[in-house]
């Protein structure tokens, strides 16, 4: 039975392209048949995060329009056995996505996939609203920032009245938290909301904390999903939190500061 | 930023701990029309009140909104129908009726 997750956060650039890449990467890279899902309609970025980009033939929109068929549309992924990527379509036509459409589209993929893995577009459009329909589950990712913060809850809200589950009075979208671009000497500072604030606040289980690191951008500059980066931090975080998810009980890494020497202190810079 | 201040950071003023305050404030105030304060019988509420409508009068589907509000300690639910303005006889009720009770 194939477990459908949407990575959504409501607010744009938070890092849920970068999630949706390294979580999928990674639940591929541990032996799980996955599918990773661009609803971004007209804003295609998934395929250059992955890069995959110049191996996109048909996209969503011409299987659910059945131009193409999802062999002829589906990348696998040149790196990670098990990992498939379907990119989002760039028409402007945001009307492509029908209900009707995803779900035919992702009935199908439950048939040969364990992970389908539904990247979402920022805002509360229907794209947006498309990606979490369906989903079993949620990865809510959340910037330690009052508007990213804000975004999240409305999203829970979203999920939890306007997802299938909650629509059929089924048991609702399981939600996870992962906070995205932490500073923890920030956060220690008084600076940046802590993961205490912002669990706080939104009331929802800490799936994985990812730090604010270069990687990130080095990563995606190079069309790798920063999970593969594996000596990186953010890379290590990504990992970590993929366990998490299939039930390992590893304890949260870089959520505290690297204490620094006197000298570091007095010379090294921020 | 200079060696005295990066030596005594710390001292900072605390801007996190203004930001959860005001998030708490305005996370709980939209709450209140949205998540937690929106039961799930309400799509279904709504759903069959549309069905029993449309016995008697045939509306848009688009044409009901259900709308629960919470104000102190009562809740408000609030039903909005509007009603087909074209009517083959003449009805008097053919004009939108809002229909607030509480629940």
């Known amino acids: ?270 | 930023m200079g060696l005295f201040e990066n030596f005594f950071r710390g001292s900072s003023n605390k801007s996190a701990a203004l930001a959860k305050e005001r998030l708490q404030i305005i996370v709980a105030h939209e709450r209140g029309s949205g998540r937690r304060g929106s039961p799930d019988y309400l799509p279904a509420l709504k759903k069959e009140l549309l069905e029993v409508v449309r016995k008697y009068v045939p509306v848009d589907p688009s044409q009901i909104k259900v709308h629960l509000d919470r104000e102190g300690g009562y809740e408000v639910l609030e039903l909005n129908i509007t009603l087909p303005d074209e009517e083959p006889r003449s009805r008097r009720s053919s004009e939108s009726s809002q229909k607030p009770g509480q629940s």
């Open chain 1, 1 to 270: 039975m194939a477990t459908v997750i949407v990575v959504t956060s409501g607010k744009g650039g938070v890092g849920k392209t970068t999630t949706s890449a390294s979580f999928a990467a990674g639940l591929a890279q541990r032996g799980y048949r996955t599918v990773v899902i661009d609803f971004d309609v007209g804003l295609r970025n998934l395929d250059l995060i992955m890069g995959c980009e110049r191996r996109v033939v048909y996209d969503f929109v011409n299987i659910i329009n059945g131009e193409a068929n999802l062999n002829q549309a589906l990348i696998r992924d040149k790196r990670v056995e098990n990992l498939h990527i379907l990119p989002a379509s760039q028409t402007r036509d945001k009307e492509a996505l029908t209900r009707e459409g995803v779900e035919r589209v992702l009935n199908e993929l439950r048939q040969n996939f364990e992970y389908i893995v539904c990247d979402s577009p920022a805002g509360i459009e229907r794209g947006a609203l498309m990606a979490l329909y369906f989903a079993d589950e949620a990865l809510v990712v959340t910037n330690p920032e009052v508007s990213s913060v804000r975004d999240s809850d409305r999203i829970l809200g979203i999920l939890a009245s306007r997802s299938r589950r909650a629509e059929q009075g089924e048991n609702p979208v399981k939600e996870h938290l992962v906070l995205a671009r932490y500073a923890p000497e920030r956060a220690d500072r008084g600076d940046m909301l802590s993961v205490e604030d912002v669990l706080e606040i939104l009331g929802i289980p800490l799936l994985g904390v990812i730090p604010e690191s270069p990687a990130v951008l080095q990563s995606s500059n190079a069309g790798v999903p920063v999970i593969l980066e594996e000596d990186s931090d953010a890379g290590a975080a990504y990992s970590d939190l993929v366990d998490r998810f299939l039930g390992k009980n590893l304890p949260h890494r870089f959520i505290t500061a690297q204490k620094k020497g006197f000298l570091k202190r007095l010379f090294g810079g921020g």
